[in-house]
């Protein structure tokens, strides 16, 4: 069909987020036109930006956009992705952040509307990224000496993890042991447990936003990985959101709106896709059509519900759902003894000309730990992400709910297995295998952020992108070696 110069080959993207939007994009700049790309999403927007929203931001008079999840990225884990922001003319900008770290030892009086008697956690420790601020804020709760220390603390065992990153390798899988997992690796480099739990574990965790327990089952070498490509560099965010991102892919596009992909079944001739409309709950019509390739662009759980032969595989690679949460509820931080170090005069003065924004990260130590982070932002409303403190609901703008798709040493090797038509993995997870299917099989591909060897995050779905276009023979415009 790809010969004929009369008929286009049909494409259907099941998904509208980065990955996508990416995919359909470059498919439909095919310079030799080969291609009809349809996108399906089931929502009334596109996924990529359906969770942002924007506000006034009363001391500028200007509106501010809120990216919901947070879209800020470093330089160089992210090549890709500022290449083809680079391409596209979208504009970012520097941004420089204060993490301010703090621990609880219960959850029981953070999950109860009722103030407590006494302060329950104090503000431990104030980071700036990539150190723009030279000597650290001193919490008010914390005394010269014990800042003083503090500091020393973390000096040695940052620069001891950062070393071990550069020069100590995360074990291999072998044939019969899967890859060494992050637990592993931070155990065999003997870090300091409070240093992991009280830094380490919260900053890995706010980047991929899931419970320190899931971080721990990580491949160390996605962590790992990482840690070298961002050391010392910028963090950056969009110019305005990315909106402006999603309006650029998504123009000229055919996109079917508030229809729910509900099978992907290939036949003789092309897949057959079926589909249900989202906009009417009281009828449950299907429609059906053939295409001639599909582009699963959703996480695993949903292409198991949809696509019968990956169905084993993708039951194996562990997902969540995560909330961030919009809001006005300044109790959830006013309770944070410590917390008016960073609101004080001084700091201002210290900060004054800086666009920092301040992130605090509070890890809650009982039962299964977990950090949740609260972004202030520029407006003076607070994002809450992975929110385990209550926030009081009719101080709640907007709650976004999305999928994070957790990495383990075993998922990854399913991962390697299906994209990798060479691999030879540990046998133990070979003889549980139900398929031997892999990425492009039967016209059917698979892009996402977790399509690829690495964290979770937007460079996978540029990359697992490329790849599909690569195969596809379409030239890639932005020139970045995935």
């Not at 998504?250 to 092309?270: D, M």
């Not at 032969?309 to 690679?317: D, G, H, V, W």
């Amino acid at each position: 069909m790809e010969g004929d110069t009369n008929v286009k080959c049909r494409v259907a993207v099941v998904g509208s987020g980065m990955a996508g939007l990416v995919t359909a994009y470059l498919l439909n700049q095919d310079p030799e036109h080969r291609y009809s790309v349809e996108v399906f999403e089931i929502g009334g927007q596109l996924s990529l930006d359906s969770g942002s929203l924007s506000v006034p931001n009363p001391e500028t008079g200007k509106t501010d956009r809120i990216d919901l999840p947070m879209r800020a990225f470093s330089g160089g884990f992210y090549n890709n992705l500022r290449a083809m922001y680079d391409f596209l003319g979208v504009e970012y900008q520097p941004q420089r952040f204060l993490f301010g770290f703090s621990g609880v030892a219960s959850k029981l009086s953070w999950t109860s509307q009722k103030q407590p008697q006494k302060p329950q956690e104090r503000l431990h420790f104030v980071h700036s990224s990539n150190n723009h601020i030279p000597f650290p804020m001193r919490p008010q709760t914390a005394t010269l000496i014990s800042h003083l220390f503090e500091i020393g603390y973390l000096i040695v065992c940052y620069a001891w993890f950062t070393i071990c990153c550069f020069f100590v390798p995360p074990l291999p899988a072998t044939r019969t042991i899967p890859c060494e997992s992050f637990r592993s690796y931070i155990q065999r480099i003997r870090l300091p447990r409070y240093f992991v739990s009280s830094y380490l574990l919260p900053l890995f965790s706010s980047v991929a936003t899931c419970p320190h327990e899931a971080l721990l089952e990580f491949p160390a070498n996605d962590l790992i990985d990482y840690k070298k490509k961002t050391n010392g560099d910028q963090h950056y965010t969009v110019y305005g959101g990315v909106n402006e991102v999603q309006r650029k892919l998504s123009q000229g596009l055919l996109i079917r709106k508030s229809a729910k992909v509900v099978l992907v079944e290939p036949q003789a001739q092309g897949t057959r896709v079926c589909w249900e409309s989202t906009l009417d709950n009281l009828r449950s019509d299907t429609s059906e059509a053939i295409f001639d390739r599909i582009i699963l662009a959703v996480p695993p759980n949903v292409v198991q519900a949809i696509f019968k032969p990956l169905q084993y595989e993708m039951s194996q690679i562990p997902t969540i759902s995560v909330q961030s949460i919009v809001h006005a509820d300044e109790t959830t931080i006013g309770r944070l003894a410590g917390t008016d170090t960073l609101h004080s005069l001084s700091a201002r003065a210290l900060m004054k000309g800086s666009d920092a924004q301040i992130i605090y990260l509070r890890t809650f130590a009982e039962d299964e730990p977990q950090t949740e982070s609260i972004h202030v932002q520029p407006s003076g409303l607070l994002v809450t992400t992975c929110p385990v403190s209550v926030i009081d609901p009719d101080k709640t703008t907007q709650c976004s709910t999305f999928t994070r798709v957790l990495r383990t040493p075993q998922s990854r090797q399913i991962i390697t297995d299906v994209f990798n038509r060479t691999s030879s993995g540990p046998q133990v997870l070979q003889e549980k295998s139900k398929t031997q299917w892999r990425n492009g099989d039967e016209g059917v591909w698979l892009v996402g952020g977790w399509c690829w060897d690495g964290m979770v995050l937007l460079e996978g779905c540029i990359v697992s992108s490329m790849i599909v276009a690569d195969a596809f023979g379409v030239e890639i415009p932005w020139k970045c070696c995935p």
